[in-house]
């Protein structure tokens, strides 16, 4: 394929500096000319840069300039063709703008240069800026992108299959609150299968990419492994799959690791705030020993679900001296530590800002012993800021909800137990969804309602924390047993 360059457009999002970057990028279109137009042909029908479409020829992509004013990302759809018996082509696009969007997703360039490869055979697209930067599938002409009030698409459903769980976990379902007496959902007020899957295939239409069963734990919902399957088979508008995730507290992953993964399920999240037997059954308000969570981790890795994340909440007096042990168990197994900061979630955990041990604490500290090095998201919106080994020996993740807000780059939405929607971790009121499904309502209403109660999502508690006025502890934030984690 040749890329070639095309008149610039009046104006430049990087004046003069993106000129030059183009008349270099140029020069080297002209070589890989030579290079690659033996091996593949592409057609493009069309680059947009904010308002204006760029046409390209029969040989090559057209590049244009962007400006910094532009009111949309800049989109592009591919029509591609391929001489036969052809397997080492290779694609090259250079955009000189603020911004590309694919699949849906914004990928910064921070240097004002996007360039695009992408091989024969693969679905994905790749964004180098002296580094990749994020992946995705090329969009589809005529599809639109579902944002919320502050401009986010919405890309991923947590749903909680059950408000019920075998742990009391001191930051979640406090054994003081939720004991013998505790009054949780009835078995007809919880959303069926067929329900979680009918909502479920609406927002994958509208933009959802992946989906995580959560709970409570979702491994106590009857037959889980039945929803797994109806879920797994749901694809995008472009005929790829979604991806199918559970978080887990890993006490029954030992006998059931194997039946989950060939349900369908793709991704794995298992919470352990301690190795040591005393803090671990401090932590979960049970007597479950902590080794049948790590039993059921290596059974997951045995079953091929990998990479494995371990989610561990720290809170300060309680199990902040288990984060060296916990780091130099999970060193050099796959497995991706992630700490979390200790939330204001719900109303019933006894939050305390002193008890949030910061996550620029936890680097340091593993720091000390492991000497670190920050490194880029896997995909634009991940929540987890992420650290590698200097010495190779793995990766440690730090979500940082407390000191750090991420609310900008939010992308979930959650489904309760009962069938109502929340944009928010922190969320006070769900929108319900229950009744319409019962009363009959058509998959048109059910869609132009959810896409309703996203587009005026404007939900941002951790950003707004600290200007909060004194009372809002009063607030009855809804629980994160009933929403998931």
């Known amino acids: 394929m040749v890329p070639h360059r095309s008149s610039p457009s009046p104006a430049c999002g990087r004046g003069g500096a993106g000129r030059c970057i183009l008349d270099v990028f140029s020069s080297l279109s002209r070589l890989l000319e030579r290079v690659f137009y033996a091996f593949a042909s592409c057609v493009c029908e069309d680059v947009r840069f904010g308002v204006k479409k760029y046409l390209s020829g029969a040989n090559g992509v057209r590049m244009a300039s962007a400006s910094s004013n532009a009111p949309q990302p800049p989109t592009f759809r591919l029509r591609k063709t391929y001489p036969k018996d052809s397997r080492k082509c290779l694609y090259i696009f250079i955009f000189v703008c603020d911004n590309v969007r694919l699949d849906?997703?914004?990928?910064?360039?921070?240097?004002?240069?996007?360039?695009?490869?992408?091989?024969?055979?693969?679905?994905?697209?790749?964004?180098?800026?002296?580094?990749?930067?994020?992946?995705?599938?090329?969009?589809?002409?005529?599809?639109?992108?579902?944002?919320?009030?502050?401009?986010?698409p919405l890309r991923d459903l947590r749903i909680s299959v059950t408000d019920r769980c075998n742990l009391r976990c001191s930051y979640c379902m406090p054994q003081d609150v939720y004991g013998k007496n505790f009054s949780f959902?009835?078995?007809?007020?919880?959303?069926?299968?067929?329900?979680?899957?009918?909502?479920?295939?609406?927002?994958?239409?509208?933009?959802?990419?992946?989906?995580?069963?959560?709970?409570?734990?979702?491994?106590?919902?009857?037959?889980?492994?039945?929803?797994?399957?109806?879920?797994?088979?749901?694809?995008?508008?472009?005929?790829?799959?979604?991806e199918m995730a559970m978080t887990t507290n890993g006490t029954m992953l030992t006998s059931r690791a194997q039946t989950l993964k060939d349900a369908g399920l793709s991704r794995l999240t298992v919470s352990v705030d301690a190795l040591s037997e005393t803090t671990f059954r401090r932590m979960t308000?049970?007597?479950?020993?902590?080794?049948?969570?790590?039993?059921?981790?290596?059974?997951?890795?045995?079953?091929?679900?990998?990479?494995?994340?371990?989610?561990?909440?720290?809170?300060?007096?309680?199990?902040?001296?288990?984060?060296?042990?916990?780091?130099?168990?999970?060193?050099?197994?796959?497995?991706?530590?992630?700490?979390?900061e200790f939330m204001d979630v719900g109303t019933t955990n006894h939050w305390k800002l002193d008890e949030v041990v910061p996550s620029r604490e936890i680097v340091a500290r593993v720091d000390s012993v492991y000497p670190l090095t920050p490194f880029a998201a896997n995909y634009p919106g991940e929540v987890a800021r992420r650290w590698k080994f200097v010495d190779g020996a793995g990766e440690i993740g730090t979500i940082t909800s407390v000191t750090r807000p991420f609310c900008r780059e939010c992308t979930r939405l959650r489904l309760s137990t009962d069938g109502k929607l929340y944009g928010c971790l922190f969320a006070e009121n769900g929108e319900e969804l229950r009744a319409a499904l019962r009363e009959g309502a058509s998959d048109l209403a059910l869609r132009q309602r959810i896409s309703g109660i996203w587009q005026k999502r404007d939900d941002r508690y951790s950003e707004l924390r600290d200007a909060l006025p004194s009372d809002e502890g009063e607030r009855r934030k809804i629980e994160m047993s009933y929403i998931g984690g």
């Open 104 to 152: 849906e997703k914004k990928y910064l360039s921070s240097s004002g240069v996007a360039i695009i490869t992408m091989s024969v055979g693969m679905e994905n697209v790749v964004i180098h800026t002296g580094e990749v930067v994020g992946a995705g599938r090329c969009p589809r002409a005529g599809e639109s992108v579902l944002t919320d009030a502050l401009s986010r």
């Open 185 to 242: 959902l009835p078995q007809n007020e919880l959303l069926s299968f067929e329900e979680i899957h009918r909502l479920s295939r609406l927002l994958v239409g509208l933009g959802v990419r992946k989906i995580r069963l959560t709970g409570g734990e979702p491994m106590l919902r009857h037959r889980i492994e039945r929803l797994i399957e109806k879920l797994a088979l749901l694809e995008d508008p472009a005929g790829q799959p979604i």
């Open 285 to 340: 308000g049970a007597k479950i020993s902590v080794g049948q969570v790590l039993e059921g981790i290596a059974a997951a890795q045995a079953a091929g679900l990998a990479p494995i994340k371990v989610n561990t909440v720290i809170r300060r007096g309680i199990n902040e001296d288990e984060i060296i042990p916990l780091v130099s168990y999970f060193r050099n197994t796959g497995v991706v530590l992630r700490f979390v």
